[in-house]
């Protein structure tokens, strides 16, 4: 289908292209927030065809953001994924990604992928600051709504960068206008972020279009279902359990938010932008350069493209990977024979062309992430068109229920929990939750939300609202697991994860502390 993807290929060399031109120069201590150049913002923002390359260059913004390593921000150093031992020997950068995997002497303020996520969040900000900024400017958009839509658009794009930044790094610097800071940008509390997300995505819920309105060439943009849902995430995150309760019911309640019937749909490549999906970023395989290539980092092992139903069985593959799952999350937590989402979500051996076990390097032959595999319709390992979701209709009923036991009220929790559940069971009520202690019922949604999101990017947050990071990392920190079973031997091939209070917040990166002048070396986070 024609659809944003579309136009994600073909404004390419314009999306990004949004920039005041300040005159920064590469010798001068000063902040770069300017989004990637080649024209004047006026330049792009000058009628509706503009705008709308403009606002789509946001959401490419994010579309680099996910689609190669800075994804496993999220994922590794949690109880669901960790880092392969051959991952180690890899080479200095992805020791560094192994370093935020086991949070040694790497997981620091110059660490690569660190300091890449906050610069990319930070150029998508300023795209997004830019359409803000110049879209009321323009006074020939032929329909008002189409041009409010993409205003809500770039507001919700701006929450969705800044939230992640504020959970990550804490306060930040808040760059709302594109205007030069040579005297650089002091970091801002963070509940004035946070301020400024709820601010933005109730700009978003009121002028961004219904997912019903989306159709042919706008299907993939953000909707208003995706601001409420964001909005109450950050109302979870924020312990607001009044409004995030209010917030999700509306949701629910008045948008008729549902769950596609079968889970290992969600993942086939075959039915992208679905009823369940609330925002997902998207890929296409019409341009190598529109593609993700997450298959090589979750080692699914796959050589050509095979069918994605033939996954259940034996898959011939080849080739390296970085992360693996946990003993936790592929072993322990699923119900093996009666739980869908099992087989959907993990590829627990590997064989080669022959059906024999793969035996090569250390960590070939156990349990990897299936989500990311490619199907027959992907270019090949590293190209992959599938898209990846951001936020769909299951962790607004788990993010419910969850507020639901945090006031108090775990009866009324377990309908949106076993909601989910039952999906996952085939319909059948039979395996549904039935106890009402609140604290049993946290560390169950908590372990839900793994069966059901498992290594779809949210893991690491989930710990850090709930105050669990430490506690679950080094309660689950178990390398050896199947390693003995599998190779006869009883050394520890993973580095053990020293995961302590410090790691519930990353580090500013380094050539942030030196070239933001209102900064330097003591504004940076404790322990670091």
């Known amino acids: 289908m024609k659809n944003i993807k579309q136009y994600l290929n073909k404004f390419w060399p314009v999306g990004l292209a949004v920039v005041l031109l300040q005159g920064f120069s590469s010798c001068r201590k000063e902040l770069n927030y300017t989004p990637e150049v080649f024209l004047s913002a006026p330049s792009v923002y000058k009628d509706e065809p503009g705008a709308i390359a403009g606002v789509t260059g946001i959401y490419q913004q994010l579309q680099t953001l996910k689609k190669s390593d800075y994804e496993l ?4 150093g949690t109880d669901e994924v960790r880092c392969c031992y051959q991952a ?11 370093g935020i995997d086991v949070y040694d002497i790497t997981f620091n303020s110059q660490n690569a992928d660190i300091t890449g996520f906050w610069t990319d969040c930070y ?10 900024l110049n879209i009321p400017q323009i006074k020939s958009f032929a329909e008002p709504t189409v041009q409010t839509r993409l205003e809500g658009e770039a507001h919700f794009m701006r929450a969705l960068f800044y939230f992640y930044l504020v959970q990550m790094y804490g306060d930040v610097p808040m760059p709302l206008e594109n205007t030069s800071f040579a005297n650089g940008l002091p970091r801002v509390a963070q509940q004035q972020v946070y301020t400024q997300i709820e601010t933005d995505l109730k700009f978003a819920e009121t002028n961004c279009w219904t997912k019903s309105k989306l159709t042919g060439n706008d299907i993939g943009r953000a909707s208003v279902e995706a601001a409420k849902g964001l909005l109450g995430k950050v109302y979870l995150t924020l312990h607001d359990y009044a409004d995030a309760k209010t917030t999700f019911e509306d949701l629910i309640n008045n948008n008729g938010i549902s769950l596609m019937p079968n889970y290992a749909n969600l993942f086939d490549g075959q039915h992208e932008n679905n009823a369940e999906s609330l925002f997902e970023i998207q890929y296409s395989t019409d341009n190598t350069n529109d593609t993700q290539g997450l298959q090589n980092l979750y080692g699914s092992y796959a050589g050509p493209p095979i069918p994605f139903e033939t996954f259940n069985t034996h898959t011939p593959g ?9 003993a936790r999350y592929s072993d322990t937590i699923f119900d093996k024979v009666h739980d869908t989402r099992y087989l959907a979500s993990i590829n627990h051996d590997r064989y080669d062309s022959n059906g024999n076990t793969m035996s090569w390097w250390v960590d070939p032959g156990l349990p990897t992430v299936k989500k990311y595999d490619i199907t027959s319709s992907d270019i090949d390992i590293g190209h992959s068109g599938k898209n990846l979701y951001y936020l769909r209709s299951a962790d607004v009923f788990l993010m419910y229920a969850e507020t639901l036991n945090e006031l108090g009220q775990p009866q009324a929790a377990l309908a949106p929990l076993n909601k989910v559940r039952e999906r996952g069971f085939g319909g059948s009520t039979a395996y549904d939750i039935t106890t009402t ?8 949604i908590m372990d839900e939300r793994s069966r059901e999101l498992g290594a779809e990017g949210w893991r690491w947050y989930d710990l850090k609202r709930t105050g669990t990071l430490v506690q679950r990392v080094q309660h689950y920190d178990d390398p050896q697991r199947d390693f003995e079973k599998k190779n006869g031997t009883t050394s520890d091939p993973h580095p053990a994860q020293n995961v302590s209070a410090k790691n519930n917040l990353y580090p500013i990166p380094l050539t942030e502390l030196q070239n933001n002048p209102a900064l330097g070396l003591k504004s940076q986070n404790p322990g670091y």
């Open 318 to 326: 080849y080739g390296g990977t970085v992360v693996m799952a946990t």
């Open 88 to 98: 180690q020997g890899y080479g200095a950068y992805w020791a560094g990604v192994v």
């Open 123 to 132: 150029q998508g900000i300023a795209n997004a600051n830019a359409a803000i």
């Open 437 to 444: 202690d609140q604290n049993a019922l946290r560390d169950t």
């Open 73 to 76: 921000i999220g994922v590794i």
